[in-house]
């Protein structure tokens, strides 16, 4: 059977592209909202960590009608470092949307995304957005799009997709670059002309392969996926299954949820190509199989690309510990761990060297600071370790991951940013001019990029970007400088004191101010010099009868630097942690004692 009252789609789109400005449209003209309703923009947005940064983190799942047909929408993330939320759902759908700024073109982690769906076989629709701007270049954009599919090794049928020219914004397309519609129906007629409807046999036995989890205090896990064969209803009886091992497991399908709009809607029964959500089956798994008993046919699921990048994340231990947290024990940990480790494909967990210890792999930077973000909001508190990438033996040599970077800065920035690579061990591979700026491409290891964005930003004056998409997999190069920069040091535990601080300034950068508490080891601010540096921010001014207390006020600091997240996470060295709790961010040394610090050095300097 064919389904022609549904079509299946998913919207790839480099980060800040407008995907989800363009879903917006959509559902506004498909009939989701009422014309007088209020919805605020970027709806699918719907985590606060995704709003605040203006990027999708998680694929969702929305539809609205045209026409008769049903459009499964599944909005997927621009970024590489989530990636893994992209390949797994690509299972569920029948063509894809190539969303394209008008202005800068096709970006690497475009290219990632696309390049999985060709390998499927998925029809493509080109959509160039934003072309109201003033800026765009739509027929270099075109250009870079087909030259990008060249590369990719698209098929006939798929370079000639069809062009929508597109502003979502505003909810406008049309089929030529000249003039725009006042609507989208050019983009909904095309999708339901190019794009394949959804078949199979709906009297056969049930399969459905699972693509996402979700999770509910009330009913439990909950599967996601589109039913490849055969017909869902509620209380029957299925099987799980796996394609890689031969274990099944009984069970029933308790609820069945269908994508409308914004909302999921309970449902008594689904067909053949309809994506649902569904829960009763305890302990299922994205890649898993859900089949009828008598015929247990699991599906080959896509292979998820492997983490590069690992980070120990372990109970706090420090001075301050269990203050402003609620979850502090390695129960606690290892719990939420194993809970995120279920609904993200892509990342990994393991046992470290403590019972207290966890090593958590992923995609990137990104990727594990957003976890660690999540986890903190959550009332979670513990301590991470410095990110290391994740090397590999080839052929008996020893290699690590590569990037392929994209940095688009202006001309007098460039020399900065080739020093800068260099340093890195970035190797340029191409250089040329975009509309009065440079645009350069590097292959540079993955650990050469820790720590670098906020240098980057301070060294373009922030008018720079960079992207990076996993290249390959390259012997390890010799000779990479990361930091420059030593730590200042807390002596003694205490509160930090103006005149301690004023004292302390001297010597570097600030990250505190007078009346935090401080403990010894902890790191208090950036030292211009290589090595550490232990200052006392506690010590007080002597009182005597010649000098008095509140003299202190009359001392003028420099505004502290405030540290974000990512910029922890990136100033982070081998022999330091960062302490996370619900309402601090403290970076300490591991050897938390000066003495035992310094006798540690010397050893090494010795060895």
Not at 396 to 404: N, Q
Not at 486 to 492: I, R
């Given at each position: 059977m064919i389904r022609e009252d549904l079509r299946n789609i998913a919207i790839i789109a480099h980060v800040d592209h407008g995907k989800t400005t363009l879903v917006d449209g959509m559902l506004r003209q498909g009939g989701v909202f009422r014309e007088n309703q209020i919805v605020e923009e970027c709806v699918m947005d719907n985590n606060p960590l995704e709003r605040e940064r203006g990027i999708t983190i998680l694929a969702k799942n929305t539809s609205c009608i045209y026409k008769n047909v049903k459009i499964n929408i599944v909005d997927t993330p621009g970024h590489a470092d989530f990636s893994g939320e992209v390949e797994r759902v690509l299972k569920m759908i029948n063509g894809v949307v190539l969303l394209v700024d008008a202005y800068e073109g096709p970006m690497p982690q475009t290219r990632f995304v696309l390049s999985k769906a060709l390998e499927m076989g998925h029809k493509v629709i080109i959509v160039i957005n934003k072309v109201d701007k003033a800026d765009a270049r739509l027929a270099e954009v075109l250009d870079e799009i087909y030259d990008l599919l060249l590369d990719l090794n698209a098929d006939d049928e798929q370079l000639e997709s069809p062009i929508i020219y597109c502003s979502g914004r505003s909810g406008t397309a049309s089929y030529t670059p000249d003039a725009q519609t006042d609507n989208l129906i050019p983009l909904f007629d095309t999708i339901i002309s190019h794009i394949a409807p959804p078949e199979g046999d709906p009297d056969g036995p049930l399969q459905v392969l699972v693509s996402a989890i979700d999770y509910n205090d009330y009913v439990g896990r909950i599967a996601i996926g589109r039913i490849d064969r055969g017909s869902m209803r509620v209380n029957q009886d299925v099987v799980i299954c796996n394609y890689h091992t031969n274990e099944i497991v009984k069970s029933k399908i308790t609820n069945i949820y269908q994508f409308l709009g914004l909302n999921r809607i309970n449902a008594e029964s689904a067909s053949v190509g309809d994506i649902v959500s569904f829960s009763g089956l305890e302990n299922v798994t994205i890649g898993q199989t859900i089949c009828a008993p008598l015929a247990v046919e699991p599906v080959n699921f896509v292979k998820i690309s492997e983490p590069t990048l690992q980070m120990q994340f372990s109970v706090n231990n420090a001075p301050f510990a269990g203050r402003e947290g609620t979850f502090v024990t390695s129960r606690h940990l290892a719990a939420r761990l194993n809970k995120e480790m279920l609904k993200d494909v892509s990342l990994k967990v393991v046992p470290g060297e403590g019972s207290d210890t966890f090593i958590v792999s992923g995609r990137g930077e990104i990727h594990l600071s957003i976890?660690?973000?999540?986890?903190?909001?959550?009332?979670?508190?513990?301590?991470?370790?410095?990110?290391?990438?994740?090397?590999?033996?080839?052929?008996?040599?020893?290699?690590?991951?590569?990037?392929?970077?994209?940095?688009?800065?202006?001309?007098?920035?460039?020399?900065?940013?080739?020093?800068?690579?260099?340093?890195?061990?970035?190797?340029?591979?191409?250089?040329?001019?975009?509309?009065?700026?440079?645009?350069?491409?590097?292959?540079?290891?993955?650990?050469?990029?820790?720590?670098?964005?906020?240098?980057?930003?301070?060294?373009?004056?922030?008018?720079?970007?960079?992207?990076?998409?996993?290249?390959?997999?390259?012997?390890?190069?010799?000779?990479?400088?990361?930091?420059?920069?030593?730590?200042?040091?807390?002596?003694?535990?205490?509160?930090?004191?103006?005149?301690?601080?004023?004292?302390?300034?001297?010597?570097?950068?600030?990250?505190?101010?007078?009346?935090?508490?401080?403990?010894?080891?902890?790191?208090?601010?950036?030292?211009?010099?290589?090595?550490?540096?232990?200052?006392?921010?506690?010590?007080?001014?002597?009182?005597?009868?010649?000098?008095?207390?509140?003299?202190?006020?009359?001392?003028?600091?420099?505004?502290?630097?405030?540290?974000?997240?990512?910029?922890?996470?990136?100033?982070?060295?081998?022999?330091?942690?960062?302490?996370?709790?619900?309402?601090s961010l403290r970076i300490r040394k591991i050897i938390l004692n000066h003495d035992e610090r310094m006798r540690k050095t010397m050893k090494e300097k010795r060895a």
């Open positions: 976890l660690i973000e999540s986890m903190r909001r959550e009332g979670y508190e513990f301590q991470v370790s410095m990110p290391r990438v994740i090397n590999k033996h080839i052929d008996g040599v020893l290699c690590e991951p590569m990037e392929h970077l994209t940095i688009e800065v202006p001309e007098e920035s460039v020399s900065v940013v080739m020093e800068k690579m260099g340093k890195r061990q970035g190797e340029l591979v191409n250089m040329s001019p975009f509309n009065s700026r440079m645009k350069l491409e590097f292959i540079i290891p993955e650990r050469g990029l820790l720590g670098y964005k906020n240098e980057f930003l301070t060294d373009t004056r922030g008018e720079g970007t960079m992207n990076s998409v996993f290249d390959s997999y390259q012997p390890i190069k010799k000779g990479m400088q990361l930091r420059q920069n030593g730590a200042l040091v807390a002596y003694e535990t205490g509160e930090a004191v103006t005149y301690g601080l004023y004292n302390a300034q001297g010597r570097g950068i600030l990250f505190i101010e007078p009346g935090t508490p401080v403990y010894a080891g902890m790191v208090v601010g950036v030292s211009p010099k290589a090595e550490d540096l232990t200052v006392n921010v506690c010590k007080r001014k002597q009182v005597t009868n010649m000098r008095a207390s509140g003299s202190d006020e009359a001392l003028r600091l420099e505004t502290p630097k405030r540290m974000s997240l990512e910029q922890c996470i990136e100033f982070l060295e081998t022999d330091e942690m960062l302490e996370v709790t619900p309402k």
